[in-house]
């Protein structure tokens, strides 16, 4: 674990980097050339989990350079914080962030990806993240920066395939055996003995999928995006199996309008009877209207008879 003193605004800023990066690590993290958080010949995305302790992930095109968790504030700075009363006014963990985000930036970072929570467990940490997204708008807002989010319960199907899952199961579906150890007692991975937290397991999921995004594989559409993609979806599906059904009603109805025509066709070639055309009848029967003899009609006409016959006959019986 490496910790790396600071100078803040309001003291001094611990930046604790689980994963130093490739030069210390390996698995994973490829070896990147001496230039690459600088070469623009690539897009360099940064993948944050937002919070006290944020999880981040760096990368180069499709690939993951660089991890680690970045320590806002100890809990020693956030009782002294609260003791001066400069939670609402000078919030240390907002002002270490806009330095962190400012610092990726100078870096050639062109593009941010966040994991998007939209509930939390209480009000002091909704007005926490709020600020911490804050300094991401106006990382946008001051360069050109595209910033994309993920919500959460996709994140975690995404590597887990369950919407719901916890920490755990987060970081054992990232345990591979070439890159990562996962402690059996405890469940935490481990890199060349270098432990991950939770928040930065998230951030490189965050990053593995912002890979898959630029893959073609998944995309960065929020939760009401979602929504309206999949009800006009369910929309285009009603209209298609709407048409499909007008498509067989109109073939049926055609076929029954060949088959009453043909039936019609055999009994006038019969001739008349009382001066009549005779009518079809049940069991392959044609009755004369006016005094009710009945004749049969020759199978050969292509008018099937008997209590089954098909609903065009029945029809035709109406004619």
Excluded at 72 to 101: C, H, N, P, W, Y
Excluded at 207 to 216: E, K, L, M, N, Q
Aim: aromatic share 6%; with cysteine; proline share 5%.
């Amino acid at each position: 674990m490496k910790i790396i003193a600071e100078p803040g605004e309001t003291g001094i800023t611990q930046r604790l980097i689980v994963n130093p990066g490739p030069a210390a690590t390996g698995g994973e993290m490829p070896v990147a050339p001496p230039d690459a958080r600088t070469q623009a010949a690539v897009v360099r995305t940064l993948a944050l989990d937002l919070g006290t302790r944020t999880g981040w992930a760096l990368m180069a095109g499709q690939e993951i350079i660089e991890s680690g968790t970045e320590l806002l504030a100890s809990e020693e700075e956030l009782r002294q914080q609260r003791r001066e009363g400069k939670e609402r006014t000078a919030e240390i963990r907002f002002a270490r962030f806009l330095d962190f985000v400012a610092l990726e930036l100078a870096a050639g970072v062109t593009r941010i990806v966040f994991e998007d929570v939209i509930f939390a467990g209480s009000q002091a940490q909704t007005q926490l993240w709020a600020s911490l997204r804050a300094v991401i708008w106006v990382g946008a807002r001051r360069s050109k920066l595209d910033v994309f989010f993920v919500p959460g319960a996709t994140l975690k199907v995404f590597a887990t395939g369950n919407g719901s899952a916890k920490k755990l199961e987060m970081a054992l579906a990232l345990a591979q055996p070439a890159q990562y150890a996962a402690d059996a007692e405890t469940g935490l991975l481990r890199r060349n003995g270098r432990p991950l937290d939770d928040n930065e397991v998230d951030a490189i999921w965050l990053a593995r999928y912002t890979a898959a995004v630029d893959r073609g594989e998944e995309d960065f559409l929020g939760v009401y995006q979602r929504k309206a993609v999949r009800k006009a979806e369910r929309r285009a599906k009603r209209a298609l199996a709407k048409a499909e059904r007008k498509a067989r009603n109109e073939v049926r109805e055609d076929e029954e309008k060949t088959k009453r025509q043909a039936l019609m066709a055999s009994i006038k070639a019969m001739g008349k009877c009382c001066g009549v055309f005779r009518k079809p009848a049940p069991y392959g029967r044609a009755v004369c209207l006016k005094c009710g003899q009945a004749i049969r009609i020759p199978k050969q006409a292509g008018a099937p008879s008997g209590p089954g016959a098909s609903p065009a006959l029945e029809r035709a019986h109406l004619i």
